[in-house]
């Protein structure tokens, strides 16, 4: 059984910032990619942005130069760190990470999501 489980999510001004964290717990034996997904109301979900195990990262435009993706290997945590948050930056953020678990291979998980909301 694997979980990722997000925090750091609320209420902001626009123009602030906010810090996400996901943590992978469970019978892991390698995260692979690791990855923040934005689903806005109305919208569909889209990737924000992805790091994968050697630290390489790609951002959505609509973020690059604001958000800051990172991880912890050794935690099995990944953070996204935002600032100069906008009212359009407004979803339900969920994290995900390709895990591999020993006997079961490789598969994509998912957390329940963590609201983030910029007013104004």
């Known amino acids: 059984q694997v979980r990722l489980v997000e925090s750091g999510g609320g209420l902001v001004q626009a123009g602030g910032a906010l810090r996400l964290s996901c943590a992978a717990s469970?019978?892991?034996?390698?995260?692979?990619?690791m990855a923040w997904y934005r689903q806005g109301p109305g919208k569909q979900r889209e990737l924000v942005a992805i790091i994968t195990r050697g630290l390489a990262t790609n951002y959505a435009d609509s973020v690059k130069g604001r958000f800051t993706i990172s991880r912890d290997n050794a935690k099995n945590t990944v953070y996204l760190q935002m600032n100069s948050l906008k009212l359009e930056d407004t979803a339900v953020y969920y994290c995900n990470a390709d895990i591999t678990v020993l006997g079961f291979g490789t598969s994509a998980y998912w957390g329940q999501g963590t609201q983030v909301t910029v007013s104004s």
């Open positions: 469970g019978s892991i034996f390698r995260i692979n990619a």
